[in-house]
């Protein structure tokens, strides 16, 4: 069923007003009038109204200034001019002011209701274009959010994790600031897969990521870095209180148990900017190779880069 279209008649002729609101009435339309630009203005703020028929000459207003008025009130609403002194100047003037269209005086119905006709055509043609151009943004937002996202675990994919890397470092140099890096690998992740299936495995890597995204402070930006291995950038975060992060990690994912029943730990490594690396692939490297040196020594335990 389609919406009732309002009308708003603003006019000081009482004898107009009632004439035009009991025709389009019966008409269909749902119709309300006001005798001056003040009960027009009360009567916008408190009803969508879709069109506005308005008398150019009010007593208490120019009719060009209420239709300012009321259009920045309701940007969609449509206007249309009421005057008996159409010469072209007023005509161009009025529309010039954002009205839609005129009509002149003595009104003539057939002419009224094809001027609001065409009124709420262009009303129409108007709201379907802006829900394109939104489906049209809400589409191209979807593919960006695709195209940065790990489809898997609802992290940032790999490529996004190198152009965020980026952007921090490149922040981190302007401000002087400290930025570290925790690069995270499960541990014996291979054999829960074998002993459990690829899709227990395929479950155990979104647990750990969610696990990973909560357990991190709200400035740090996980990713998943490929297979088995998650990374965290953590800007303005000394080594120090990194490796305390990456500790909360690893103790949150340790005493998590999986739906299978099975339980994994993590091995961390930690580098930073500057203390350990003045690039971004200096840092990756380094906080990789902490985090070899996390395997070497047992695993499920957190290592900083130490040269």
Not at 64 to 72: G, R, S
Not at 104 to 118: G, N
Request: charged fraction near 30%.
């Amino acid at each position: 069923m389609e919406p009732q279209v309002n009308l708003l008649i603003v006019d000081d002729d009482k004898e107009l007003c009632q004439t035009l609101c009991d025709i389009f009435q019966e008409l269909g339309f749902g119709v309300d009038t006001a005798l001056n630009s003040e009960e027009a203005v009360k009567k916008c703020a408190e009803k969508y109204f879709n069109i506005a028929l308005i008398d150019i000459r009010l007593p208490d207003n120019d009719g060009l200034e209420l239709l300012n008025k009321l259009k920045k009130m309701n940007p969609e609403m449509e206007g249309i001019v009421i005057t008996a002194y159409a010469s072209t100047e007023t005509v161009l003037e009025a529309l010039r002011r954002g009205a839609f269209d005129y009509v002149p005086k003595p009104l003539k119905v057939d002419d009224v209701l094809y001027t609001i006709s065409a009124a709420l055509e262009r009303q129409r043609l108007t709201a379907e274009e802006k829900r394109r151009l939104e489906q049209e943004i809400e589409a191209k937002e979807f593919y960006r959010s695709i195209s940065i996202i790990d489809e898997l675990t609802g992290l940032y994919n790999y490529r996004h994790f190198h152009e965020l890397l980026t952007q921090e470092l490149k922040r981190a140099k302007r401000y002087f600031h400290s930025l570290s890096l925790l690069m995270i690998d499960i541990d014996h992740f291979k054999e829960y897969q074998d002993a459990y299936g690829h899709l227990a495995g395929d479950v155990a890597l979104k647990v750990i990521a969610q696990i990973t995204r909560d357990t991190v402070r709200g400035v740090d930006i996980v990713s998943r870095y490929g297979g088995e291995e998650f990374a965290v950038i953590s800007p303005e975060t000394t080594k120090a209180d990194a490796a305390a992060v990456g500790e909360r990690v690893r103790n949150a994912i340790a005493k998590s148990a999986l739906p299978t029943g099975g339980r994994l730990t993590v091995s961390v490594g930690v580098a930073s900017y500057p203390t350990d690396a003045q690039n971004k692939e200096q840092l990756i490297w380094r906080a990789d190779q902490a985090l070899y040196r996390a395997k070497q020594r047992g695993r499920n335990q957190t290592c900083i880069w130490e040269q």
